[in-house]
Nanobody
Framework: QVQLVESGGGLVQAGESLRLSCAAS????????MGWYRQAPGKQRELVAA???????MYADSVKGRFTISRDNTKNTVYLQMNSLKPEDTAVYYC???????????WGQGTQVTVSS
């Protein structure tokens, strides 16, 4: 069983930055993936960024060059640094963890990010 605790959302103006954090407790194994999704009102949940253990990070085209995903494996924590935020980044952001190959997905409770123009 894995539990995820997110923090760091909020209200900012366009062009500003936010950093999201997600701490995972429980068993995390080799071959895990940690990442972030988001869901805007009336839209489907979409991948923002993902960081597979031992692999290259991947990003949605809409956030490339502005967002950076990182992780601290000693703390089982994943971060999302969001720079140059735009109003279209407004969404609920969800932490996602698949703790190992073939294991189920886990989701955080979601944190609201609102970017005003």
């Amino acid at each position: 069983q894995v539990q995820l605790v997110e923090s760091g959302g909020g209200l900012v103006q366009a062009g500003e930055s936010l950093r999201l954090s997600c701490a995972a407790s429980g068993s995390i194994f080799r071959g895990n993936v940690m990442g972030w999704y988001r869901q805007a009102p009336g839209k489907q949940r979409e991948l923002v960024a993902a960081s597979p253990s031992g692999g290259d990070s991947m990003y949605a085209d809409s956030v490339k060059g502005r967002f950076t995903i990182s992780r601290d494996n000693t703390k089982n924590t994943v971060y999302l640094q969001m720079n140059s935020l735009k109003p279209e980044d407004t969404a609920v952001y969800y932490c996602h963890v698949r703790p190992g190959i073939g294991l189920r997905n886990y989701w955080g409770q979601g944190t609201q990010v609102t970017v005003s123009s």
